[in-house]
């Protein structure tokens, strides 16, 4: 069997593994395990394409060190992802945008000529990045397989042609099984995540085998190349433009991890859990690092071991362990560029086929009279087919330019053409998302002069080279104008086209959108999405009915335009549980602004935002708004729900306690032998908190206007005073019991040294906290008492407790002490507080202290608490007391008699 | 502006009254025991003070016989107490009180009463 | 994490931007081997290491504050 068979079987067993992990994912997708940051910071590494594989190699080992500048761009922007990620995962999630082109449209009124711009740049920008990597898996082959003919037969004998083909059929199933295109397909990011393990994996493996194997270590390979021709080229950058290329290469990088379609699909709306990317902003700089610690290693290798470009440096990965005989690494290595190329085209197959059904396709339908009355019956099955097809569309297209037009380039340039194209997208995207002033006529001009230049200064010269048009234009300039020679614009020439494109594409562009918006206006729909996208950390919560609307549409008509899109079962379902979210009474026949906003969105997620806004116009009748009152309804929707918020969490709470509260009540009140006394002690212990409650609770009731700040205290307040009470409560119903002799409490033998370790034990979390230092004392050879076990922890957490309130605060100690005197075990609790004055002494136990007409009071704080251990100890048959320490605080100490043999 | 004082140890009770006494314009004391609102009363001549009557140290009626025999007979006192028997009332009164109003009381009726006897 | 951490992370990027362009580069990028390594590859590859580690200290004190604070 030849070697081609292995790799093709190998190769054909590795995407069934693909299949295989992303079914299994689906099937788990509701476990919490598979949503993990690593899986995120993994998936982005969808970066990472066949181009790193091979081409980095091949940049490196012509250029040297500038390969880096795909790698600087994105470690600079992770450090930025928790502000501007983040920020761009927040206004996605609110308004169901689930693509760069979608993105660009909803900031700029729900554009639909803005959608279909930014996805034609897309298609353009992304078609021949995909031919690359069939390119790259197709060269691959060739060289296991000596195939030489390779794509120019037939398209049959084209291991591309069926590789594309497995893939069209693994995104579909994977990356287009959901109508709602914002709900998470965590079978394709899983694989994502496998995938860049494996690629990792690979590349890391062959970059030992070359550095310790073919070599011996980093600086052997080093100081052998030193002798290399050029080698002082490679490990520099040219002190004359290479800054500039430096520079600007590394500001598209930057730019490209965000924009590009398959980073915004992984990074955006295939994002969980904006937690996620604190682990992704030192994890994915690392995975880059990793990945490119042996692109110069073995760039250097191979030139050392083909010099005199015997072996086309792209394919260095490849040929370095076949010449010596390793074929099992080289299949290592093939199948980790494989892994490399089939994620970056599933990602990107996927996100493309969603830009254009949405921004393309649905609004063609809904433009054609004949085919929105044709389809109607199945529109949810039409959008769905339909970006089926288009992953379909778009492979063929990519093959076709791999076989046709893109053969003649090598991997990097076109990528980075590409990311030029994409880059594009940065002052309306990026600039649109913290500037209010950006408007829409500034988007138009800045795509339109952006994607121009582009065209022109890099898209023209492949053309060219392709040899589809005529040279001349790339020598004499367009119209025979020296200064508008593509390859140098205006007169400036620099060394990298790359970098002198991408530097005058986005200077205009960016000039034009600020110059545009600067001196046009905004609409009014536009200015309410400008707000929303620059603060939407301000409106993300209250987003499903802050929305500005005024108009008239019913419920009945919204529903049946939501289940030709989501089926009817779904548009129910949803129906209903926002009703009952929102208290929307059955059976209400007109839609408020509410229920057009959430169907609104709920449509985006289908079909876009601005296929959704024309759908939802076609059943509502809208009258236009005037500025003020988009600002004053947003400020006081705002307002409201937040406040809102703040009290239901409260009340919940208040509501708690009051069941517990009524509970207890019930009780108290069945101990009908109850003394008066002892009535008038706990209702006026009760009363202190009641007073405070219904005090605020009047405040907060009369007084709407209150500062939100002073709302949150008092309801903080109640809510403490309610606790408080409750506390109260079950102490009065311990003390009952206690003294009722309901309360059984057995005796069993104990050492009061464990008793004593087991309430340290229980407080030591406490104490630490308030920085006391607690200390014991214990006795060596305690006797053993009778007691029980817990009671007793509950006195002595008492004690400790009240130990707490009142030692000293900054320096505090507490000591607790074991020792016997007189036939009998003392346990001792003592602080280094201001101490109990002489004659509260006794008092301090008494439940009924305040009823006798005092009119002082005890030390705040003691409560029951300590009743409650004197009635423990009561019956226990030992005594407890109270007595100033030797030179400060008090100690609180009871004790028990020693157990008689 | 009138001055208020306010007398009691509970804080909660005294962020209520305090809110309540500012927001009706009354420029507003504080004491948080006994002593110190003796103090506070001879500083700063209140025109009404809400005064509780159990309290560490001095107690409520001590502050209130200081203030109508030692201070000002002019200054209103109230007393705001968790104390609500009959002989507690009478106590009350017989120190001078100009009005008594028991805990948990009602805050409407409670800046009535202080604005009828600071004018 | 809090309003600082967020600081902090722009302040990183500044930083590490910097560090990353001329003309604080034009220091290493000579052609000349230092313990048979290229001093430039030295550079970029500690400024690298250093982003992530300081990326990763800034991260877990945004998180534990955010689980111990308020």
């Given at each position: 069997m030849g070697i081609e068979w292995v790799v093709i079987i190998l190769s054909s067993a590795y995407l069934g593994l693909l299949f295989v992990i992303a079914g299994w994912a689906e099937k788990n997708?509701?476990?919490?395990?598979?949503?993990n940051p690593y899986i995120y910071a993994l998936s982005l590494a969808v970066y990472c394409t066949a181009w790193t594989f091979y081409g980095s190699v091949g940049r490196a080992a012509n250029q040297g060190l500038d390969f880096l500048t795909t790698y600087m761009g994105p470690i600079l922007m992770a450090p930025l992802f928790w502000l501007v990620l983040r920020k761009i995962i927040r206004i996605c999630k609110a308004q169901r945008i689930t693509s760069i082109a979608d993105f660009i449209s909803a900031r700029y009124g729900k554009s639909l000529f803005l959608g279909a711009f930014a996805t034609i740049i897309c298609i353009l920008a992304i078609i021949p990045y995909i031919s690359i990597q069939l390119k790259a898996i197709s060269s691959s082959f060739r060289i296991f397989s000596a195939d030489v003919a390779g794509s120019k037969g037939l398209f049959f004998n084209d291991s591309a042609f069926y590789l594309m083909v497995i893939l069209a059929v693994f995104t579909i199933f994977f990356g287009s099984r959901k109508i709602d295109a914002s709900q998470k397909n965590t079978g394709l990011i899983t694989v994502v995540a496998f995938e860049s393990l494996f690629k990792l994996f690979a590349f890391v493996v062959l970059g030992f085998y070359v550095t310790y194997g073919l070599f011996n270590g980093f600086s052997d390979i080093f100081i052998k190349s030193s002798e290399l021709p050029y080698f002082e080229r490679l490990i520099t950058i040219d002190p004359v433009d290479g800054y500039g290329d430096w520079f600007w290469l590394n500001i598209l990088s930057f730019l490209a991890i965000i924009l590009l379609p398959r980073q915004f699909h992984v990074?955006?709306?295939?994002?969980?859990?904006?937690?996620?990317l604190k682990k992704a902003i030192w994890l994915f700089p690392l995975y880059l690092f990793l990945i490119n610690v042996f692109v110069l290693p073995i760039a250097l290798g191979g030139n050392l071991l083909f010099p005199g470009n015997s072996v086309d440096a792209d394919t260095y990965v490849l040929v370095m362990p076949l010449a010596q005989g390793n074929t099992f690494l080289a299949l290592l290595v093939f199948l980790g560029g494989f892994s490399a190329a089939t994620s970056m085209i599933i990602v990107s197959t996927s996100a493309l086929s969603i830009m254009i059904s949405n921004n393309l396709m649905i609004p063609g339908i809904l433009r054609s009279e004949f085919l929105s009355k044709k389809l109607n019956p199945q529109l949810n099955k039409v959008v769905l087919r339909g970006r089926q097809l288009m992953i379909v569309v778009m492979l063929m297209l990519a093959y076709l330019y791999y076989k046709y037009i893109g053969q003649p380039f090598p991997l990097v340039s076109i990528g980075l053409i590409s990311f030029v194209g994409v880059a594009q997208f940065a002052p309306s995207a990026i600039g649109g998302m913290f500037w209010k002033g950006g408007n829409y006529k500034g988007a138009i001009a800045s795509l339109t002069v952006g994607f121009l230049v582009w065209m022109f200064t890099l898209v023209l010269p492949t053309i060219v080279n392709a040899k589809l048009i005529d040279a001349t234009i790339l020598n004499e300039g367009l119209l025979g104008l020296s200064w508008l020679k593509p390859q140098a614009f205006l007169g400036v020439d620099f060394s990298n086209n790359v970098s002198q494109g991408f530097m005058w594409s986005i200077l205009c562009n960016g000039l034009a959108y600020v110059g545009v918006s600067a001196l046009t206006s905004q609409s009014i729909k536009e200015t309410n999405q400008a707000e929303v996208f620059v603060d939407i950390f301000k409106y993300s919560t209250v987003y499903e009915s802050a929305i500005v609307w005024k108009g008239q549409a019913f419920i009945t008509d919204i529903k049946n335009l939501l289940s030709m899109f989501l089926g009817k079962r779904r548009t129910d379902l949803a129906f209903e549980r926002f009703s009952d979210r929102n208290a929307i009474e059955q059976g209400t026949i007109e839609a408020d602004f509410r229920v057009v906003n959430f169907a609104e969105k709920l449509l985006s997620g289908a079909v876009g935002s601005a296929s959704a806004r024309v759908l939802m116009s076609s059943v509502v009748k809208e009258e236009e708004i005037k500025l003020e009152e988009v600002f004053n309804i947003l400020q006081e929707t705002q307002r409201y729900i937040t406040d809102n918020k703040e009290l239901k969490k409260k009340s919940v709470e208040l509501e708690n306690a009051g069941v517990k509260l009524r509970q207890a009540n019930k009780e108290l009140t069945k101990?009908?032998?109850?003394?008066d006394e002892f009535i008038s002690t706990v209702t006026h212990e009760m009363r202190t908190p009641i007073t405070s409650i219904r005090a605020l609770s009047e405040i907060i009731n009369d007084n709407e206007d209150l500062k939100t700040e002073e709302r949150a205290k008092f309801l903080d307040t109640i809510v403490e005073e309610t606790k408080r009470m409750e506390r109260l409560i079950n102490q009065v119903l311990d003390l009952e019991k206690m003294e009722s002799g309901k309360l059984e409490i057995p005796f069993s033998t104990i050492h009061l040294n464990d008793v004593a370790n087991e309430s340290v034990r229980k407080v030591k979390q406490l104490i630490s906290e308030k920085g006391i230092a607690l200390s014991t004392n214990l006795h060596g050879k305690l006797p053993l008492v009778k007691g029980n076990r817990d009671r007793l922890v509950q006195v002595i957490l008492n004690l400790m407790s009240n130990a707490i309130k009142f030692c000293d605060n900054s320096n505090g100690e507490i000591t607790i002490t074991t020792s016997t005197r007189n036939g009998s075990v003392e346990l001792s609790v003592s602080d280094n507080g201001p101490g109990v004055p002489k004659d509260s002494q006794k008092l301090i136990?008494?439940?009924?202290y305040q009823a006798k007409n005092q009119t002082l009071k005890k030390p705040e704080g003691s409560g029951l608490g300590l009743t409650i251990c004197k009635k423990i100890i009561d019956k226990h048959e030992g005594s407890i007391w109270i007595e100033n320490g030797a030179e400060s605080g008090a100690v609180v100490a009871f004790s028990l008699p020693k157990l008689k043999l | 502006m009138k001055k208020v004082l306010i007398v009691d140890d509970e804080p909660n009770i005294l962020m209520s009254l305090e809110f309540l006494m500012k927001k009706n314009g009354y420029k507003v004391f504080i004491a948080r025991d006994g002593s110190e609102a003796l103090g506070t009363v001879q500083d700063e001549l209140p025109d009404v003070v809400i005064l509780d009557i159990m309290m560490p140290e001095v107690d409520g009626y001590e502050v209130c016989e200081f203030i109508k025999k030692k201070v000002d007979a002019n200054i209103k006192v109230v007393f705001l107490t968790a104390k609500g028997k009959e002989s507690d009332f009478e106590k009350g009164y017989e120190v001078g009180a100009d009005f008594y109003m028991t805990k948990p009381f009602s805050t409407k009726k409670l800046v009535d009463k202080v604005n009828e006897l600071a004018n | 994490m809090s309003k600082k951490v967020v600081t902090y992370l722009t302040v990183i990027f500044v930083a590490f931007a910097l560090a990353l362009h001329y003309p604080f580069i034009a220091i290493a990028n000579k052609p000349i081997l230092v313990y048979g390594f290229p001093a430039f590859l030295i550079y970029l590859t500690c400024v690298w290491v250093l982003l992530i580690v300081v990326g990763f200290l800034v991260v877990r004190k945004g998180t534990s504050d955010d689980t111990h604070g308020y």
């Open positions: 997708a509701n476990k919490q395990w598979l949503s990074a955006v709306k295939e994002n969980n859990d904006e937690n996620h101990l009908d032998e109850l003394k136990f008494e439940a009924f | - | -």
